[in-house]
């Protein structure tokens, strides 16, 4: 479902070039659970931007679901991000304003969908990560494990063929992050297409796949048993 | 879960309005979580809207009260003045109406009635009782004036046509004049000296007040054919001449009569112009608000340039908000949110703030406008028109739009990975 063909993203700094990704060839098919992980500068964020079309690689292809997304405008990859993937960040990223039930249906604004099937995606949402008791909480009233929960849900709500989740449990305790890891799993166990970055190898133990980066090569890519 | 992707295939315009719905809820919920940022940043347009609804009122107002006054005036009463052009102003030549005007508008126009000849003369010695002397205007007229003026004698009576047949010397006092006099509340039958010559009081008019800050009582009234003798044959005085046509319908076509009759005794040639004008009732109101229509658009234009000032504030603000929600920006994107969603987000926070300040500026400048008209003696009550009601709002809304533009094109261009990474 996924394919990197010779992906390639080098940083103009000034006078000198970063190379962040180099000649990378990757493959994911669906219902996959994959840990890409690597030190930091690695380039496993340059990585995770362009499997989530936040950023175009300089060379390569890159095939999401069928589509070549290379070519896209930025309104095209807004698309393809707002029906195709779902982001998990490590900071939550919630709208701290609004409740729990707006912050999830936010993804749903921007298909045009009426207030009312937005509200009713994302009480659904919200109950398939145990928070339907409190759809109407705003996010600092939430325990960080909570908040990554609702930043599920949102990611959820769209229905996307992938998650993309970027240290999901870097700023939980250890108990919370196994919580979390959990809710991961279920999804899995449930046909989700799941890649998490990380450079938590506790995290990576709960994957299927271990992709590991180093200085923008992959240097690394097996199967293991994963953790329940 | 991630077998089947939905659809969600929607009806456009449904899609952008649900949108629009979500932006005006977004702002709202942002304004009310910067309560006074905001207040003071919709100052600025607060204060131009509020300057330009209260000089809109109190023009219109004044406009109002003074078409008033001309409203029993009837819609098939004629005015007949003399009109100097500015060419003839230029060589030195003053145009006026004489009395054999008004002999030949009475004796070849038909279907005219109660053609009253007025004129203002300036007679030596002025309007004086034993001591006291008033600077009141003299007024030449006949019975009808009163009608026309819709002014009626508070006691006595006015001028009658046996008064101006015989030119008898009589004379209806206006209130102030009467107060100049210090002539006593009911002074009939009084003596009085008009241009060095001895009148009878024979009526007092109701007071009417003040206008512009000046008296419209300090007149005396006497008869037409007794001012013409006052004023001797050398010195024929300009009149102005009021007449009712007959039939509404043929107010026009008397028009045209009279231009008609005029222009041949006057001997002007076909390529100069009237030296004289005939005006209806109707006109008289159309130029009196063309006039305020346009002194209204003049001073709204220049207190409006206010409004941009208020207009910059907003520029600003939206600035200083699209920085600090930068990553609010970014999630967006992230999340999917096209370029014209995170503009027109902005775009309506900037008419948000603009047309609430515009509403609320709508609502003081009214108010100041009452205060004003309170303030200065003898002002009409303001009025506020529904044109500047939504002239405001409006011009409210495009100046948030105007200066909306530059901050929304600024959070639309973030790039969603600089957005995401801004701290």
Known sequence: MIELRGIGKTY????????????????????????????????KSTMMNVLGCLDLPTTGTYTLDGEAVAGLSEDQLARVRNRKIGFIFQSYYLMPRTTLADNVAQPLIYRGLAPGVRRERANAALARVGLEARTLHKPNELSGGQRQRVAIARALVGRPDVLLADEPTGNLDSKTAREIMGVFGDLHADGMTIIIVTHDAAVAGHCRRVVRLHDGHIVEDREQAGLA | MSDAAPIDEVNRLQAFFYAMQECV?????????????????MLGVIIGVA?????????????RSVMNEFQGFGGNALQIHSDTSREDWLIGKWNMLKPADLELVKHRIAGISNVTPTSGLNLPGGVRYGGNTSGAQVIATTSWFQFANQSYPRIGRFVTDSDNNSRRRVVVLGEKARADLKLPEDSIGTFIQVGGEWFKVVGIMEARGEMFGQSMDNYVVIPFETGRALAGPEREPDITILLTVDNLDAVNDVTSRITALLRRAHKIGPKDSDDFKVQTSQSLTETIQRVSGTITLVISAVVGISLLVGGVGIMNIMLVSVTERTREIGIAKALGAPRSFILMQFLIEAMVLAVIGGIIGIGFGWLL??????????????????????????????????????PARRAANLAPIDALRHE
């Open chain 1, 12 to 43: 103009q700094m000034g006078s000198t070039e970063l190379v962040a990704l180099a000649d990378i060839n990757l493959q994911i098919a669906r219902n996959e659970y994959v840990a890409l992980v690597g030190p930091s500068g690695s380039g």
């Open chain 2, 25 to 41: 809820r977004s702002a709202l919920g942002s304004i009310r979580s910067h309560r006074m940022r905001s207040f003071l940043t």
């Open chain 2, 51 to 63: 300057s330009v609804i209260c000089i809109v009122s109190l023009l219109q107002g004044l406009t």
């Open chain 2, 369 to 406: 406008g009452v205060l004003a008209a309170k303030m200065i003696p003898h002002f009409p009550p303001p009025a506020v028109p529904w044109w500047a009601i939504v002239g405001a709002t409006g011009f409210s809304a495009l100046v948030g739009m105007l200066f909306g533009i530059l």
